[in-house]
């Protein structure tokens, strides 16, 4: 089977920098992807590792360590409308359906 | 103008009842999902399909059965309604790879009374 671990909830100033945190198990792993969800409306996707390191996407970027099953998520130059539940997900290797955490709910102040 | 499409958004039915919520895709992509969600649990897999008439089981699906007798057609059947799926249900759909990314649907938030 498979599970991930985030932390539910973290808290940030506009303008700082936050990093959420994911630990996973899994039988078998394709990759490690990032969602980002506003108040319960359709998640999107942000990124996608598939090898160790670190992605960047303008603001955001994605870091995974297979070999400490580990991964993060890294929100740069906060901004308030980057407050949003985000999630990280395990694709396994067979037919590549992902299994999702439960999300870290992140809230900006100004 | 948008690639995927679920109907209807809101529902009330009652328990005991069969309800069919329908994910229409314009993409053309081989896998759609059905995920439902719940507060403290997350997005869960309920069922999935690799093409027409190929599906397979999440790790929710008891009580719930799909169809896709058209590449742009996902049906999510449950068969007798029980209050414990009240929940929001998300479609999604994906190319080849999970690098791509999944694109979701806004959701049908169906309540059970």
């Known amino acids: 089977g498979q599970s991930l671990e985030q932390p539910s909830e973290v808290t940030a100033v506009e303008g700082a920098i936050v990093q959420i945190n994911c630990t996973y198990q899994t039988s078998g792993f394709y990759g490690l992807s990032w969602y980002q969800q506003h108040d319960g409306g359709a998640p999107t996707f942000l990124s996608y590792?598939?090898?160790?390191g670190l992605e960047e996407t303008g603001r955001f970027s994605s870091f995974l360590s297979r070999s400490d099953s580990y991964g993060y998520l890294l929100l740069q130059e906060l901004q308030m409308k980057d407050s949003a539940s985000y999630f990280c997900?395990?694709?396994?290797?067979?037919?590549?359906?992902?299994?999702f955490g439960q999300g870290t709910e992140l809230s900006v102040k100004p | 103008d948008a690639g995927i499409t679920q109907s209807p958004r809101h529902k009330v039915t009652e328990t005991g009842t069969p309800v069919t919520l329908r994910c229409h895709q314009t993409?053309?992509?081989?896998?759609m999902y059905w995920y439902r969600q719940d507060p403290g649990h997350g997005l869960r897999l309920i069922h999935y399909?690799?093409?027409?008439?190929?599906?397979d089981k999440g790790e929710v699906s008891d009580g719930y059965s799909v169809s896709r007798s058209k590449t742009e057609d996902f049906l999510l059947t449950l068969e007798s309604a029980t209050s414990s799926q009240t929940s929001v249900y998300f479609c999604?759909?994906?190319?080849?790879?999970?690098?791509?990314?999944?694109?979701f649907g806004s959701g049908t938030r169906l309540t059970v009374v």
């Open positions: 993409e053309n992509h081989r896998y």
């Open positions: 999604a759909i994906s190319e080849d790879s999970v690098n791509y990314g999944y694109t």
């Open positions: 997900a395990v694709a396994d290797n067979q037919g590549g359906k992902l299994i």
């Open positions: 399909s690799y093409g027409v008439k190929d599906t």
């Open positions: 590792n598939a090898l160790d």
